[in-house]
Every structure is written in C-alpha cells, then in structure tokens.
C-alpha cells in the first residue's frame, strides 16, 4: 500500500531543508505545500511566542466522521546541530549523510510516515480512523513545541508518536523527569592573606558530590550530575558554585526518596559550615521537566499495532524507554501516545542512518494500524 520511491523522496526532500531547531519555517513551508495539494486542512497554532521558534506547530486533520475514534500522529520538524547542508546518500539498504553532518531522520523519517500515511489514505479512499497529525517544532531543545502545542485544536484520546529507533520497539512507558540545581553559597577571602576566613563552595560541594549517588540507582532509575560551575579566580576562595542535575524514574515515589536523601546531604552540611560563618548557605531548587507515560496495554492504538504486526509477521515489543519524547507532553494532555520506531539509528551524530526495512515497516505498521477493518 505504501509507495517506497515516494517515501524515500519525501525523507531526502526533507532532510535537504535546513532546519535546527528554532528554525524550522521552511519545512513547514514544504509540509504545508504538500496538505495544500492533498487538500486537507491544517492550522498553524501561536506556539511560536513561547517556544521563539520562526513557525508554530502544524495540526492537519483527515477525516472528520462521527462516532469513529480520532488518532493522534506525531513527529518534530526541527533537527539537532550540525544539520545544515545534508546531503544524503541513499543506497539499497539505507540512507546516510556524506559523513560531515548529522542525517536528520531523527525526525524527518517520523514526519515522510506521517505524510505518506496521509497521502495513501486520502487519495486511496480507504476507511479509516480520523486523522489528526501534529507535526510540533522545537522538541530537540527542551520538548518546547509539544510543550506550547495548542491542545483545544487536538480531539484525539490516543496516538502515535514516530520519533524512536527500530519498529519493533513500541515504547508504551517511559519516566518522569525533573532537573534540580544545587546552589552553594560560600565565603569569598583572599586565598593567600586570609584563607581561613573563607569558606570555598567548591570544596562544599565537592563534599555534596561525593555523598551523592549517581548513574543507575536502580534498574528504573538514574541521576546525572551534568555541569557545575563555581568560583571567579585563582587567588580568590570561591564564593559561589552551582551543581545542575537530572534524575530519571518510572516511580514518583523513587524521585522523592531520591531527591530528600540529597535534602539530607545538603542539610548536614549547612549544620556544619553554618557553625563556622552563617553566611554559608546551601540549597535545592527542583523543576518538572516531564511526566512519565504508562499506556494501557488495551487502549485501541496498541491493539491495533500488534495486530498489524501479528497479519504482517512483524516482530514487535512493547518496552520502557529511559527517554523524553513529545508523547510525554501528549499523554499530560490527555492523548496516551505510544512511540514507535521508524529505522533511524545513531541520531545526534554524522553516523546517523536510516535503516530502509525497518522505515518501510513502520510506514507499513502506521498505515494499516489507522484502517477500519470490517
Ligand atoms: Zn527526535
């Protein structure tokens, strides 16, 4: 049912456009030509004022039936750096980029599917379910655009998400996160004259940092200590440093004891430098970043996927992921998203590639998942 030439075209017109994130006005110019001439109908939200992106998210609707369910599709239009000037090099079993830039499949190969889905079953009059495909901006710094979408033009409950590795993979579960910035206040001193009146925020925190547990706490839980930054000069007992983390879990209950036993640390040390200078002051500060996604393993869209997989002799796995996705930000909206593979492998590097078996696969999965068999 899918047409693989026009597929691969639509990926390699795609990843020749530019468009790092913010900057994603002409894939959208390029997407928003194609609707045109399928005729169907999309609007443009105001996402753009908060996300500083040159375009807002694309929502197009096919199929507006009564008493039929709505499915959601989903892929970001922006690419991470170095994705300027691509030039991809299609062979029989794959596509990559000549080796100086990244490819861009991550997403553009989610948003070929999505357009190809649309195309087949717009011009082939099959029944179907309705439609809805928001194509968002910004997901690669932040899940801006999923974040900022306008959500009152979305009615789909449940959804698709292309924005993962291989089509076996359906990932229906995935963490919360939250960042959290430690911030030591010390006492600056010359570092010759009075280092004793001093107390240096990057010994304190360096005490933080050895007290704390990180990498993989538990088999559904990590923490990362990303950056620090501390200090002004090499004669002067720093005054302030600054530690930013990130913890991932399935279980908010993890992230709670997690982030208390750090509370604990940073209390004792409080009690003891506050004994020698009251000025000494350590703290916490937590943000949200995402919730985490947990689909039922009976909502329709699942069922359907495994059952396309099961007519077509697919192998597929449902499984957890320890990544962030725009379906984080679908499911917080009330539309349970799963995400689902499309063949795209090593993304964020110029050894990114897209695997044309697994991406004619999940274009396959997509397509048929979406029609009404009677
Ligand atoms: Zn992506």
Known sequence: MINKKRLIKTFTDLVKIDSESRNEIDVAVYIKNKLKKLGIKYKIDNSNKSTGSNHGNIIAKLGNRKNIPTILLSSHMDTVTNGIGIKPKVTKTSVTSDGTTILGADDKSGLSIILETLEVLKTKKIKHYNIEAAITTCEEIGLLGAKHLDYSLINAKEGIVLDSTSPERLVYKGPSSDYFTIEIVGVEAHSGINP???????????????????????????????????????????????????????????????????????????????????????????????????????????????????????????????????????????????????????????????????????????????????
């Open 196 to 374: 004793d009146k001093g107390i240096s925020s990057i010994v304190a925190s360096s005490e933080i940092i050895s007290k704390m547990k990180t990498g993989r706490i538990n088999s559904r839980t990590t923490i990362n200590i990303g950056k620090i930054s501390g200090g002004s000069a090499i004669n002067i007992v720093p005054g302030k440093t600054e530690i930013m983390c990130e913890i991932r879990s399935h279980s908010e209950k993890t992230i709670k004891i997690e982030l208390n036993k750090i509370k604990k640390i940073i209390q004792k040390l409080n009690t003891k430098y506050k004994k020698i200078n009251k000025k000494f002051n350590a703290k916490i500060k937590t943000n949200r970043i995402y919730d985490s996604i947990d689909i039922p393993k009976n909502s329709l869209i699942i069922k359907n996927i495994l059952k396309t997989c099961k007519e077509f002799k697919y192998k597929v796995d449902l499984v957890e992921t320890f990544g962030g996705a725009d379906a984080n930000f679908f499911v917080k909206n009330g539309v349970d998203t799963v995400n689902l593979g499309t063949g795209m492998r090593e993304f964020h590097t110029v050894k990114e590639k897209l695997i044309l078996k697994e991406f004619f696969q999940s274009a396959n999965i997509v397509i048929n998942s979406l029609i009404i068999k009677d």
